[in-house]
Antibody
Framework: QLQLQESGPGLVKPSETLSLTCTVSGGSIIISNYYWGWIRQPPGKGLEWIGS???????YYKSSLKSRLTISIDTSEHQFSLKLSSVTAADTAVYFC???????????WGQGTLVTVSS | QSVLTQPPSVSAAPGQKVTISCSGTSSNIGNFFVSWYQQLPGAAPKLLIY???KRPSGIPDRFSGSKSGTSATLVITGLQTGDEADYYCATWDSSLSAHVFGTGTKVTV
């Protein structure tokens, strides 16, 4: 059974960079036709897709976050990562890593990790 | 603000049926597959429906999805107390070049 697990600091200061890693286990991160993505959910609000990466390293991001966002993948470590720079309180959210087909469902999700932006 | 509109809440008695709508445009639902998710309190979302009307293994047939034009619908029959959750639709939006989620619907049983 494929499992995804987010890791990283739960508290980030304003203007700093939020960094999270997702470790994939129980299956290969090198898989055709599926992407590895990040989705966030501010407290009490809905879901927002942030960006995704293919095992080849090809990425695509939400346009409003593109200037601050970097998603990378390390297939040898079975991990993919998120870096979001210049964070503000608006970036406070539960961050989920996930697997999805490009135009299909998100079939595997991590449990999510709360990241709070505060001084 | 999401481009996919859902009713904020729906409710029904145990054993009854609820219908959740997801309204979009030709840039999203009208031309792309829709998926649906159930999010129990404090948990990650769970895939219920993909490709408009397909159920992943393990999802009971009480959950069904459909799409017509620029709208999609999730129907839950034989409601159970364990179905109390938030439900989200999702698809690709070609104008935004982004995956988009609906506004979410809280189901109360």
């Amino acid at each position: 059974q494929l499992q995804l697990q987010e890791s990283g600091p739960g508290l980030v200061k304003p203007s700093e960079t939020l960094s999270l890693t997702c470790t994939v286990s129980g299956g290969s991160i090198i898989i055709s036709n599926y992407y590895w993505g990040w989705i966030r959910q501010p407290p009490g609000k809905g879901l927002e897709w942030i960006g995704s990466i293919y095992y080849t390293g090809n990425t695509y991001y939400k346009s409003s976050l593109k200037s601050r966002l970097t998603i990378s993948i390390d297939t040898s470590e079975h991990q993919f990562s998120l870096k979001l720079s210049s964070v503000t309180a608006a970036d406070t959210a539960v961050y989920f890593c996930a697997r999805h087909a490009h135009n299909g469902g998100v079939d595997y999700w991590g449990q999510g990790t709360l990241v709070t932006v505060s001084s | 603000q999401s481009v996919l509109t859902q009713p904020p809440s729906v409710s029904a008695a145990p054993g009854q049926k609820v219908t959740i709508s997801c309204s979009g445009t030709s840039s999203n639902i009208g031309n792309f597959f829709v998926s649906w998710y159930q999010q129990l309190p404090g948990a990650a979302p769970k895939l219920l429906i993909y490709d408009n009307d397909k159920r992943p293994s393990g999802i009971p047939d009480r959950f069904s999805g459909s799409k017509s034009g620029t709208s999609a619908t999730l129907v839950i029959t034989g409601l159970q107390t364990g179905d109390e959750a938030d439900y989200y639709c999702a698809t690709w939006d070609s104008s935004l070049s982004a995956h988009v989620f609906g506004t979410g619907t809280k189901v109360t049983v």
